[in-house]
């Protein structure tokens, strides 16, 4: 029958080939107190080979299996930061356009493009307990697509006690030079390294929150996080603000303490008012 609002879908163990080149939508539509839920069955193994994308509607949870990609093409000779017309497929693994949706104990590997995008029409999204690694593509001079890329002006998006590792480009990946769209984030327990290692020409970074074109990082809270590089590593574990010399308007209100950032460089850019950074 129809799935409805409250209903659980579960996935039997197997494989799931739905085209890395062809994107799924999803338009299911939960209800607040009543989401939809999609989960493994337990003690089985789905795995889904392919790109989910959430659209418009949500109260969705995703949780407990894998999500990949089969492309073995990892390799672009176009400096494009996105869609490059040398390689099948782009695509995240995973694509939020919807709000109010979980993504709980997944894990999301070599995808071709972003592991998980979320964009500033999501918000009140949650990611939460996650192994994310080996996503992206290699470009000429750099390695190109984050593990989890993410933009949110409303609501409070939480991403918390997640694995983070090995991608092309960077590791959890706040940016926006558009819709000043960094604000109201909650990152809390993460474990995030070596961002860009598989590009051979220089790493990324680890954690960017920040922005360009007077986008400004507002009221986010960075507590209990683990960031690490190899010792002398030409990175930054911890990015706060944005490119230094961009047309970035700094940060504000935002609470950064008790993290481990380790190896490369931990930046704040300036301006920045109302920062309290402790216990780091």
Same mark, same amino acid.
């Given at each position: 029958?129809?799935?409805?609002?409250?209903?659980?879908?579960?996935?039997?163990?197997?494989?799931?080939?739905?085209?890395?080149?062809?994107?799924?939508?999803?338009?299911?539509?939960?209800?607040?107190?009543?989401?939809?839920?999609?989960?493994?069955?337990?003690?089985?193994?789905?795995?889904?080979?392919?790109?989910?994308?959430?659209?418009?509607?949500?109260?969705?949870?995703?949780?407990?299996?894998?999500?990949?990609?089969?492309?073995?093409?990892?390799?672009?000779?176009?400096?494009?930061?996105? !869609?490059?017309?040398?390689?099948?497929? +782009?695509?995240? %693994?995973?694509?939020? @356009?919807?709000? $109010?949706?979980?993504?709980? /104990?997944?894990?999301?590997?070599?995808?071709?493009?972003?592991?998980?995008?979320?964009?500033?029409?999501?918000?009140?999204?949650?990611?939460?307990?996650?192994?994310?690694?080996? !996503?992206?593509?290699?470009?000429?001079? +750099?390695?190109? %697509?984050?593990?989890? @890329?993410?933009? $949110?002006?409303?609501?409070? /998006?939480?991403?918390?006690?997640?694995?983070?590792?090995?991608?092309?480009?960077?590791?959890?990946?706040?940016?926006?030079?558009?819709?000043?769209?960094?604000?109201?984030?909650?990152?809390?327990?993460?474990?995030?390294? +070596?961002?860009?290692?598989d590009n051979h020409?220089?790493?990324?970074?680890?954690?960017?929150?920040?922005g360009d074109n007077?986008?400004?990082?507002?009221?986010?809270?960075?507590?209990?996080?683990?960031?690490?590089?190899?010792?002398a590593t030409e990175?930054?574990?911890?990015?706060?603000?944005?490119?230094?010399?961009?047309?970035?308007?700094?940060?504000?209100?935002?609470?950064?303490?008790?993290?481990?950032?380790?190896?490369?460089?931990?930046?704040?850019?300036?301006?920045?008012?109302?920062?309290?950074?402790?216990?780091?």
């Amino acid at each position: 029958g129809k799935i409805k609002p409250g209903d659980t879908v579960w996935l039997k163990g197997g494989l799931y080939d739905i085209d890395y080149n062809v994107s799924t939508y999803n338009n299911l539509e939960g209800a607040s107190g009543k989401p939809i839920t999609i989960r493994q069955m337990s003690g089985e193994q789905a795995t889904i080979m392919g790109a989910i994308y959430q659209e418009n509607k949500g109260w969705i949870i995703y949780r407990d299996f894998e999500i990949m990609h089969s492309y073995a093409n990892r390799k672009s000779d176009q400096k494009l930061a996105s !869609n490059p017309s040398d390689r099948a497929s +782009n695509r995240p %693994a995973m694509a939020m @356009y919807a709000p $109010n949706v979980k993504l709980i /104990n997944l894990v999301i590997h070599d995808a071709c493009g972003n592991g998980v995008y979320i964009s500033q029409s999501a918000p009140n999204v949650e990611v939460y307990g996650c192994l994310i690694y080996n !996503n992206g593509w290699q470009g000429p001079g +750099n390695g190109y %697509a984050h593990g989890l @890329y993410t933009k $949110n002006n409303a609501g409070k /998006n939480r991403y918390a006690d997640n694995i983070l590792f090995n991608g092309f480009g960077h590791g959890l990946h706040l940016y926006d030079e558009t819709y000043d769209a960094i604000q109201n984030y909650i990152l809390e327990g993460n474990v995030v390294f +070596n961002s860009g290692i598989d590009n051979h020409n220089s790493a990324s970074r680890n954690m960017l929150i920040g922005g360009d074109n007077g986008v400004l990082v507002k009221n986010c809270t960075i507590k209990n996080n683990y960031s690490y590089y190899p010792q002398a590593t030409e990175a930054d574990t911890f990015n706060l603000g944005g490119y230094a010399g961009s047309k970035n308007t700094g940060s504000s209100d935002n609470t950064v303490t008790g993290n481990y950032f380790v190896g490369g460089y931990t930046r704040i850019t300036p301006p920045y008012t109302k920062l309290q950074f402790s216990g780091n």
